[in-house]
């Protein structure tokens, strides 16, 4: 498993867990460090999942809130405790996240990931769901930037270096 995509299964694991135990937010340091410690033997580095986890905590009122207006037909508390907290990922991700880091496009493919994963048999495509809406309503950053098109221009960079380099 890849070292970014384990740090999201962490902060899944731990958001989790928080959610059905209880909202004391001051746990979280506490439920996010026995997961590092338990699924995360010899990582080096965990800032995605603790960026994650914060990130979620902070500003989840507005990410659940987002979540009621972009699936109307459930309430938050009838969506599965693991595909809420793979939403809040994702939502977190787009909202907030780095997009020369994690583009959107990315966020939303792991959070379905995640869903396939650790969901129900529907999990996927509900997240993939919510998560396309709410993209859509943000204008779709991003949408044109192809990884094709990154490497065509890396190319062209690289070729252009090139030739100045001869001269």
Not at 53 to 77: F, M, Q, S, Y
Request: net charge neutral.
């Amino acid at each position: 498993m890849a070292n970014r995509h384990l740090q999201r299964s962490i902060a899944l694991q731990s958001l989790f867990e928080w959610d059905i135990r209880s909202y004391q937010e001051e746990k979280m340091k506490e439920i996010a460090r026995r997961n590092f410690q338990e699924f995360a033997v010899g990582a080096k580095e965990l800032d995605l999942a603790w960026r994650l986890t914060e990130g979620v905590l902070k500003h989840r009122k507005d990410i659940d809130e987002l979540i009621v207006n972009c699936a109307p037909d459930w309430p938050l508390e009838q969506i599965a405790p693991v595909d809420r907290n793979i939403l809040r990922l994702g939502v977190y991700e787009l909202l907030y996240g780095n997009y020369k880091e994690v583009p959107p496009k990315v966020a939303i493919n792991e959070a379905i990931e995640l869903a396939k994963s650790y969901g129900g048999a529907n999990s996927a495509k509900f997240v993939n769901g919510v998560l396309g809406t709410i993209y859509r309503e943000m204008g779709e950053p991003m949408k044109d930037d192809s990884s094709e098109k990154r490497m065509a221009e890396k190319n062209s960079e690289s070729i252009v270096g090139k030739k100045s380099e001869k001269k």
